[in-house]
Every structure is written in structure tokens, then in C-alpha cells.
T-cell receptor, first 115, second 109 residues
Framework: GAVVSQHPSRVICKSGTSVKIECRSL??????MFWYRQFPKQSLMLMAT?????????EQGVEKDKFLINHASLTLSTLTVTSAHPEDSSFYIC???????????FGPGTRLTVL | GEDVEQSLFLSVREGDSSVINCTYT??????LYWYKQEPGAGLQLLTY?????DMKQDQRLTVLLNKKDKHLSLRIADTQTGDSAIYFC?????????FGTGTRLQVFP
């Protein structure tokens, strides 16, 4: 149980284009989903928290107009990197949790490379 | 403030025990977690401990929590080559997780 998937697992795009990453909870309903970013050999940095049906809460320093988050259902959240630049290249990981449970279950990550 | 620190690297021989340490600063943590990350992959939840517990054992894994010193450790008994990975501790501050810097565990034959 508690399986989270991400799609795509790897994406390469040109500078200036937009990329959408999906995060799905496969066997449970996730009232809250989180998006993290991880640079090589570094820890995870929380970008934003999204609750189903409401606007995402972004961490300080994360541009909400650049990283669009939509949590339209209890099993799906999307992160869209708009007008991507090479410095946006990173490993993006989502996680999900059930209401009343502190534990977060993580997806396998999406490697984004912007050329 | 929120700060979680770990030693960066640990090398052990196969069959020995591994102990990975973590210190945190926020005393309001409710749960503390250990996650494992293999190269190019997401995070796998290994175990967690509630902040009012001192110890939790789950098969080869033993978690010790010293709340007074804000120190958390993960002991892996009979370490195997498949345990080679990066291990992250994380503290839950109600609505979010604060991750440590990660410890790269290398197991050699």
C-alpha cells in the first residue's frame, strides 16, 4: 500500500518551454501533496504544499508563477515548470499523505534537464 | 530554527552493524523519520518513531531517540551490500518534513 507514482521519470526540454510533471497516489486518497526539489548530492528542499481543491502554499523563495501547482483531485497533483531555464534542471520529487497522518509517501522522482 | 544535520559518509564492512546519526534543533517535532534513497530514485520510508518514544525496533533496524539531546540514530544490523544508499532523517513539524543533509552509506565485502 501507499504507492505514489510520478510521470514522466525523465524529461529533457529546451529553454523557454513548459514542462508538466504528474504525481499520483495509486492506492489511497491524498488530501495533501508536497513537491520537493533535490540538487545533486544535496538534501530535499520543500517547494510547496498543496491541499486538494485549494491553492498551493509555497515556501519562501519559490516563485509561484514559475512553478504552477494544481491539486485537482485526491489522487493527482501536477507541477508545471513554466518557461524553463537550465537552472531549473533538477530532480523533482513529490510526496503524498492522508488526512490525520503525518507520514509522507514519496514518488520515484522526475529528472528534469533543460538545455 | 529548523536545522537537521547528519554526517555525510559512512563506510562499513558487510555483516557489521551500521549506525547513522542525526541531530535536530526543533523540539516541537511530533514524528522523526528515516528514509532511504538509492541512486536516481525517490525516497523509501524505512521507519519512524513518535517523539515520546525512546526506541523502536523493526527487524534489522533500531531507532534510538534522545529527546533531551535532540539526537536520533538508526542502527542497521548485519549490514548488506543492498543497504548501500543515502539515508535521510527527517523531523515532522506538524505540516511539513525537514530533511537532514543525508548520509551516504557504503558497504564493502
Amino acid at each position: 500500500g501507499a504507492v505514489v507514482s510520478q510521470h514522466p521519470s525523465r524529461v529533457i526540454c529546451k529553454s523557454g518551454t513548459s514542462v508538466k510533471i504528474e504525481c499520483r497516489s495509486l492506492d489511497f486518497q491524498a488530501t495533501t501533496m508536497f513537491w520537493y526539489r533535490q540538487f545533486p548530492k544535496q538534501s530535499l528542499m520543500l517547494m510547496a504544499t498543496s491541499n486538494e481543491g485549494s491553492k498551493a502554499t509555497y515556501e519562501q523563495g519559490v516563485e509561484k508563477d514559475k512553478f504552477l501547482i494544481n491539486h485537482a483531485s485526491l489522487t493527482l497533483s501536477t507541477l508545471t515548470v513554466t518557461s524553463a531555464h537550465p537552472e531549473d534542471s533538477s530532480f523533482y520529487i513529490c510526496s503524498a499523505r492522508v488526512a490525520g497522518d503525518f507520514t509522507q509517501y514519496f514518488g520515484p522522482g522526475t529528472r528534469l534537464t533543460v538545455l | 530554527g529548523e536545522d537537521v544535520e547528519q554526517s555525510l559518509f559512512l563506510s562499513v564492512r558487510e555483516g557489521d552493524s551500521s549506525v547513522i546519526n542525526c541531530t535536530y534543533t526543533d523540539s516541537s517535532s511530533t514524528y522523526l523519520y528515516w528514509y532511504k534513497q538509492e541512486p536516481g530514485a525517490g525516497l523509501q520510508l524505512l521507519t519512524y518513531i513518535f517523539s515520546n518514544m525512546d526506541m523502536k525496533q523493526d527487524q534489522r533496524l533500531t531507532v534510538l531517540l534522545n529527546k533531551k539531546d535532540k539526537h536520533l540514530s538508526l542502527r542497521i544490523a548485519d549490514t548488506q551490500t543492498g543497504d548501500s544508499a543515502i539515508y535521510f532523517c527527517a523531523e515532522s513539524i506538524p505540516d511539513k518534513l525537514i530533511f537532514g543533509t543525508g548520509t551516504r552509506l557504503q558497504v564493502f565485502p
